[in-house]
């Protein structure tokens, strides 16, 4: 079997699990986390971004989970099963061998309102007693569980949502203390089922057990075939498809949306303020996404996506908010949760006031994916053009303004060279559009104009000739791991490939630890240190590759694939002594970054 093996015992000293520990499950509208040892910590019903029912990642005591694991010790290996979602964890006890299989199944028959867990569980060798336990805390452990019988089954309720519990040869249930579960011993040969049917204001389900496992199977089958669909045949192949399921499970199937992560306030530093909520999508992923889901061969989402960014942005045309719910509404206001938070790490939030900054670089990925989208052959409608020309009127007016960056920072506006250089590639791209005729071309000779006033700033202002290269901030002394990004999309055009390639070396000297970078090192309105940010060191990959440095590009590339966690998925952030995950999980910037540089790498071998 292709097994990666990790030790599934002693690894909750504190009560918490590794973020590496966990592995992702989900169905198209919301996600769930698997643990290693079992246990499901975290589940928000019914979307991805509501409260969770399962909320034991940010609170051990108060936030629920619901455990399946065999009840004496054991040594617990997983995969995917392969190329598709479906989780199965093995289990080697003295007694015998067991493996559950964990499956969000997909509503294959339309969005149907019921959502279905379903643990599937399967003795090889010997014979293992289980146990099973469910404790359900609903509202982010606010709101508290109603647990009683309808017939032979157990439900929870809170608020809106219910949720029943199923078990068929899996022991039988008992309610007490708040939770559900069962103890129950397999033998060789025979197998058991769990499943959890969820509603939300909607009449719940009882599912039968053939129905179940039938779901289970269609969802296989499909995440089977929508792999096997994939166009990148580069020396990657394993990682990109890994990433490109890791993606999938963040589009929100309802609106073609993609969540920057699947939690909420997993911490860039363990026992400190930098929590934030990552369940919205941002404006500054945009691009990548488009550009991923055209390099895959994803035409359906990539298309989808195309016209929730259109959608979302018409609300506060012709200005952009830094990020969207995945209905396209604004998202709600930043509020402080009463938990723990992970390994005591508070404040724990949901909702990102992050909304109400103003920043300039989003614009430049807005319009580089209108132009990749027309560029793929996608239409622009006569509104959708004018929304764009004006997009490109409005840099010209705000470009002198200082902004907060693509870090969000909560420091005093600066005048980012990233966002100047994205402002750049906003003005560039709108010229490119007009002069296809793709949008109105009436305000082109101003956009150049603009365009050219903008270099000759960044030139002046951001440049520093003892450092040899670009600064984080006009006047700023120090580097930022965000100007890989103008590297990557052409800024300046060739003309600026010696700037870039210098800066490109200099932010492996300042940032760099082994093959990770940090995002920068100056103040940034807090205080604690954070890790190193996986997206940039993806970025290098893809910076260098396209600066010239092939080899260097690869060799990195190999290096950064070792540090996912053992299903090959990734975090925000690590810590480059230990290498253990920090920040929020799995997150879709990294996972979009892989992909790209990898596409990078493949085309650069085949010119």
Same mark, same amino acid.
């Given at each position: 079997m292709d097994l990666s093996s990790a030790s599934g015992s002693?690894?909750?000293?504190?009560?918490?699990?590794?973020?590496?520990?966990?592995? +992702?499950?989900?169905d198209g509208r919301t996600a769930a986390l698997v643990c290693l040892d079992g246990s499901i910590d975290w589940l928000c019903l019914p979307d991805i971004d509501s409260p969770s029912v399962f909320g034991g990642l940010l609170d051990a005591n108060r936030g629920g989970c619901f455990r399946l694991s065999p009840s004496t010790p054991f040594i617990a290996e997983r995969r995917y099963l392969p190329e598709t979602n479906l989780l199965e964890t093995t289990f080697r006890t003295a007694e015998g061998t067991i493996t559950i299989t964990d499956c969000l199944n997909l509503p294959l028959g339309g969005l149907a309102p019921t959502r279905e867990l379903g643990r599937r569980v399967e003795c090889l060798e010997g014979a293992v007693e289980m146990e099973w336990r469910a404790e359900p805390h609903f509202e982010f452990g606010n709101t508290g569980s109603?647990?009683?019988? &309808?017939?032979?089954?157990?439900?929870?309720?809170?608020?809106?949502?219910?949720?029943?519990?199923? +078990?068929?040869?899996?022991?039988?249930? $008992?309610?007490?203390?708040?939770?559900?579960?069962?103890?129950?011993?397999?033998?060789?040969? =025979?197998?058991?089922?769990?499943?959890?049917?969820?509603?939300h204001g909607d009449?719940?389900?009882?599912?039968?057990?053939?129905?179940?496992?039938s779901r289970m199977r269609a969802s296989q089958s499909?995440?089977?075939?929508? +792999?096997?669909? &994939?166009?990148?045949?580069?020396?990657?192949?394993?990682?990109?498809?890994?990433?490109?399921?890791?993606? $999938?499970?963040?589009?929100?199937a309802q609106s073609g949306a993609i969540a920057a992560a699947a939690t909420s306030s997993l911490p860039e530093a363990v026992g400190a303020a930098r929590n934030w909520?990552?369940?919205?999508?941002?404006? &500054?992923?945009?691009?990548?996404?488009?550009?991923?889901?055209?390099?895959l061969g994803c035409p359906r989402e990539a298309e989808a996506f195309f016209w929730w960014l259109m959608h979302a942005s018409q609300l506060t045309h012709p200005e952009l908010h830094v990020?969207?719910?995945?209905?396209?509404?604004?998202?709600?206001?930043?509020?402080?949760? =009463?938990? =723990?938070?992970?390994?005591a790490s508070r404040p724990v939030r949901v909702g990102n006031s992050a909304v109400e900054q103003e920043q300039l670089d989003i614009y430049g990925h807005l319009?580089?994916?209108?132009?990749?989208? +027309?560029?793929?052959?996608?239409p622009l409608t006569g509104d959708v053009g004018k929304r764009l020309a004006a997009v490109a009127d409005l840099v010209c007016e705000r470009w002198r303004r200082p902004d907060s960056g693509i870090w969000e920072v909560r420091s005093t506006p600066r005048h980012f060279t990233e966002s100047k250089m994205m402002c750049w590639i906003a003005l560039d791209r709108a010229c490119r559009l007009a002069d296809r005729g793709r949008i109105p071309a009436d305000s082109a000779p101003r956009w150049r104009r603009e365009a050219e006033s903008l270099h000759a700033y960044i030139a002046e202002r951001c440049w520093s000739q003892r450092r040899g290269s670009y600064l984080r901030a006009a006047d700023l002394g120090e580097v930022d791991a965000s100007l890989l990004l103008p590297a990557i999309l052409g800024y300046g055009g060739d003309g600026?490939?010696?700037?870039? $390639?210098?800066?490109?070396?200099q932010i492996r000297k300042e940032l760099g630890t082994g093959p990770l970078l940090h995002r920068y090192r100056g103040e940034d309105g807090l205080e604690e240190e954070e890790g190193a940010f996986l997206a940039c060191s993806f970025w290098l990959v893809d910076a260098l590759a396209r600066l010239g440095e092939r080899d260097q590009a690869a060799e990195l590339m190999e290096q950064l694939l070792g540090r996912s966690n053992d299903v090959g998925l990734y975090a925000e952030e690590i810590d480059p002594q230990s290498g253990e995950f920090l920040g929020n999980f799995p997150q879709g910037l990294v996972h979009l970054a892989l992909i790209n540089a990898a596409v990078t790498l493949a085309e650069d071998s085949r010119r």
């Open positions: 002693g690894r909750r000293p504190d009560g918490y699990a590794p973020i590496g520990d966990y592995a +992702a499950i989900g109603r647990l009683q019988w &309808r017939g032979s089954t157990p439900v929870a309720t809170g608020g809106a949502v219910a949720l029943a519990f199923c +078990a068929w040869s899996a022991g039988d249930p $008992k309610i007490e203390a708040g939770s559900v579960g069962a103890r129950f011993r397999l033998a060789a040969g =025979e197998e058991a089922l769990l499943a959890l049917s969820a509603a009449p719940l389900v009882f599912p039968a057990r053939a129905e179940v496992e499909y995440w089977r075939e929508w +792999a096997a669909s &994939r166009e990148y045949e580069g020396p990657w192949r394993d990682a990109v498809l890994r990433s490109a399921l890791a993606l $999938k499970l963040l589009i929100f909520d990552y369940r919205f999508s941002w404006i &500054r992923d945009a691009s990548a996404t488009l550009d991923a889901l055209l390099a990020l969207y719910a995945l209905t396209g509404r604004a998202p709600p206001p930043e509020r402080t949760l =009463e938990l =723990e938070g992970y390994r319009m580089q994916t209108a132009w990749l989208y +027309a560029d793929a052959g996608g600026e490939r010696d700037r870039l $390639k210098a800066t490109l070396a």
